[in-house]
């Protein structure tokens, strides 16, 4: 009777299995709908693939993820079709190096390049935090966990001269970030977003907030890490009391796509990308897309429907993923 009653739990277990199965593999093709990972609340991923959404309500479907790691694994595991990431976490994961050590995602494809992400850290005014120096010791928000936050602020740490592990990490959303700080749970959060960043907006209407700079020296370093990496500023008047322009770092958000997506559906959204730009940039308050920044600086090959789209304009892409990551790979610190 015991050995019944495993062999009945045994089927109903595989049974359950099935139904799981069958759920996951009806929601992949279900009307053609394509699953967009994105990141959490607060972030631009999150708003820019809403956006997609509402401008091709039909076709994209908004995953709420983790951020650029988790966006990756999720595909590379079936479970999202497209997935908007950060370049230098995409550069890693093609590469199988870093995080993704002899686990490279083999099937990601490039669509757009969509916009900078400036490297932020935000502390409150009154804080003895002046620079990336006095962050040792501190309590920082470095992002959710399977983002690329923390890679992030680690390199920008270890540029600085300061060990990761001098500081106390907490894994958080920047939604969770922002208030942490405006409570004093935290001394500081860094943010890699596009600017202005709601979330940094809104904190600093209610909280009085500076935006660490990193000094030139560090700059430097940051840029001989990853050829992806470019200076950008943070102009004057982006926040509520930022008085002074702010030189950092800035890293591509790109929008990426599994290669067995349909050509026709990647080339559409391709096209709507720079069709609708002006309502992209007034909605997510972001540079409007730009075919030429779109195509540069790109370390995988690019999906058949956008190179499509872009032969279309004028514009050859490489589809062969055997130049994947030549351009754009992580390589060591010159000393």
């Given at each position: 009777?015991?050995?019944?009653?495993?062999?009945?739990?045994?089927?109903?277990?595989?049974?359950?299995?099935?139904?799981?199965?069958?759920?996951?593999?009806?929601?992949?093709?279900?009307?053609?709908?394509l699953r967009l990972g994105t990141g959490n609340t607060g972030g631009n991923y999150y708003s820019y693939g809403t956006l997609l959404h509402e401008l091709d309500e039909n076709g994209i479907e908004v995953k709420k993820t983790a951020g650029s790691q988790a966006n990756l694994r999720l595909m590379?595991?079936?479970?999202?079709?497209?997935?908007?990431?950060?370049?230098?976490v995409l550069s890693e994961a093609v590469n199988g190096v870093g995080d993704f050590?002899?686990?490279?995602?083999?099937?990601?494809?490039?669509?757009?390049?969509?916009?900078?992400?400036?490297?932020?850290?935000?502390?409150?005014?009154?804080?003895?935090?002046?620079?990336?120096?006095?962050?040792?010791g501190k309590k920082i928000s470095v992002g959710d966990e399977g983002s690329g936050v923390a890679k992030n602020a680690e390199y920008l740490l270890l540029s600085a001269g300061v060990a990761f592990s001098s500081v106390e990490p907490v894994y958080m959303s920047y939604s969770d970030s922002a208030a942490a700080l405006e409570s004093g749970d935290i001394d500081a959060f860094f943010a890699i977003i596009g600017t202005p960043a709601t979330v940094v907006s809104e904190l600093a209407e209610s909280t009085d907030i500076r935006i660490i700079a990193p000094d030139s020296r560090t700059i430097?370093?940051?840029?001989?890490i990853y050829k992806g990496y470019s200076e950008?500023?943070?102009?004057?008047?982006?926040?509520?009391?930022?008085?002074?322009?702010?030189?950092?770092?800035?890293?591509?958000?790109v929008l990426v796509a599994d290669s067995d997506t349909d050509r026709q559906q990647i080339k559409d959204i391709t096209a709507m990308l720079f069709d609708k730009s002006?309502?992209?940039?007034?909605?997510?308050?972001?540079?409007?897309?730009?075919?030429?920044?779109?195509?540069?600086d790109i370390p995988c090959s690019f999906h058949q429907g956008a190179a499509d789209y872009y032969a279309s304009v004028g514009i050859t892409v490489s589809t062969d993923p055997e130049n994947d990551g030549n351009s754009f790979i992580f390589g060591a610190q010159d000393n």
């Open positions: 009777e015991g050995r019944n009653l495993m062999n009945i739990r045994k089927l109903l277990s595989a049974a359950a299995a099935s139904v799981m199965a069958m759920s996951l593999l009806c929601s992949c093709g279900q009307s053609g709908v590379n595991e079936g479970f999202i079709d497209m997935a908007i990431v950060q370049s230098d050590e002899n686990e490279p995602v083999s099937g990601v494809r490039a669509v757009a390049g969509l916009y900078d992400e400036a490297f932020q850290i935000v502390v409150r005014s009154k804080s003895d935090i002046n620079s990336i120096a006095d962050l040792k430097e370093y940051m840029l001989n950008i500023t943070i102009p004057a008047g982006t926040y509520h009391g930022q008085d002074e322009d702010i030189p950092t770092i800035g890293v591509k958000a002006s309502s992209i940039k007034y909605s997510v308050a972001v540079p409007e897309p730009d075919t030429e920044f779109a195509v540069s």
